[in-house]
């Protein structure tokens, strides 16, 4: 039997596209994996995306960004809860991704929202990923 983890599968695709420079990336959508990229457009780490739907399948497209010298504004993408492995936190113990320069995406009784904003509303959840 072979687990599947879609969000992985998603941040290796945007890690990888922007190792090789690519304008954009297609991903299969779900909500999650949405919700997720919401906060990287809010955040400023991508430029924008936009959900399309062909042949009756539905993908969202990632459109990357890169500074004045080419290089990626993503510098690393990790995913911390797996599948085999759920790793959950209290907003007391949320952690920092280089002392305040990364985000940590969360999912919570309130919907998936930045460690940040977990703090302000006072509370925990299943920690997804962290970008840098």
């Known amino acids: 039997m072979s687990l599947s983890d879609p969000v992985a599968d998603m941040l290796t695709k945007v890690r990888n596209a922007t190792m090789v ?20 457009k809010t955040e400023g780490f991508i430029k924008n995306f936009k959900k399309i739907n062909q042949e009756g399948k539905s993908f969202i ?16 993408l990790k ?8 790793v959950y ?9 280089l002392n305040g320069y990364g985000t940590v995406i969360i ?10 904003k977990a703090l302000e509303k006072k509370v925990g959840g299943e920690l997804i990923c962290s970008i840098w």
């Open 21 to 40: 420079q690519l304008e954009k990336v297609d991903i299969p959508a779900s909500k999650l994996k949405l919700e997720i990229i919401k906060i990287l």
């Open 61 to 76: 497209r990632i459109f990357l960004k890169y500074d004045n010298r080419s290089k990626p504004i993503i510098h690393g």
């Open 79 to 86: 995913r911390i809860s797996k599948p085999g492995r759920r």
């Open 89 to 97: 936190t209290g907003y007391k113990s949320m952690p920092r991704v």
């Open 107 to 116: 999912t919570t009784s309130s919907g998936v929202i930045t460690g940040s």
